[in-house]
């Protein structure tokens, strides 16, 4: 018999009724929904630290400051008779500010371009400079630009076996003519660096990787001045939507075979500027003649 309940004592209160199972569509959506969080964390968990390996081998942080080098502003250097030519696309971040500088001089017959992180890149420029000077001062001769560039890639790798450090996020052009003749160089976030006859990194540089490729061959029996037309001519792809590239906006740098280097930037670069759009009136001339007499 069920328990007798003193005087006085309030009424139990009725049970509750079960609760109603959920609709099946709801328990799909939850399921889907737990899927996908885990997913997610199994996707992010390897990228919290530069040490850390994914299943597939690959070090994330790594990969993210390549991806960051690829959304910097477009930059390219070639290698011709005589010299180097640098050129740079200077971003604004906004219309109240001036133009950042992408062409940093490191020593008479060395300069760099910079896509990525410009606060990394004053870093590592830093660096290169004090390394310059303690070769001159030793020495007595300027410091060759190979040896520089691999301890600059020496310093990249470093940072990615070292869980204390982030990888720099900047990628860097080196152009420099010492005893060995011209060259170019590029170096990655992952330590890695090459040398190129022509090269362009930053955003929307497959534009003006394209012109290198197709007029490669000509650079190396090309004097410097014609070689800054060519550059422009590359940069002019690089630059956003329907905008056109201007002498604000774009910056050369030429390293001459005598060891000597100059900046070009502003009212000085509209000159070359002038003769891209002379060649182009020209080039389209051409081919206007050309339609004409096959019509005819």
Known sequence: PPPRQPRGAPPAAPAAPAAAPPPPQRTARRRRRAAQQTTTMFRSQYDTDVTVWSPQGRLLQVEYAMEAVKQGSACLGLVGKDGVVLAALKRQPNELSGHQKKLLKIDDHLVIAVAGLNADARTLAKVMRTECLNHRYVYGA????????????????????????????????????????PHLYETCPSGNFSEFVAVAIGARAQSAKTYLEKHHKTFKDTPVEELCTHALQALAGCVAGDKELDAAAASLAVVTADGQSRLIEDAEVQKYL???????????????????????
């Open 142 to 181: 300027p410091l060759q630009g190979a040896r520089l560039v691999q301890d600059i890639a020496d310093k990249y790798q470093r940072c990615t076996q070292t869980y204390v450090r982030r990888p720099y996020g900047v990628g860097l052009l080196v152009a420099c003519c010492d005893a060995t003749g």
């Open 274 to 296: 002038d003769l891209v759009e002379v060649e182009k009136t020209a080039a389209q001339t051409e081919g206007m003649e050309l339609e004409g007499g096959a019509s005819a």
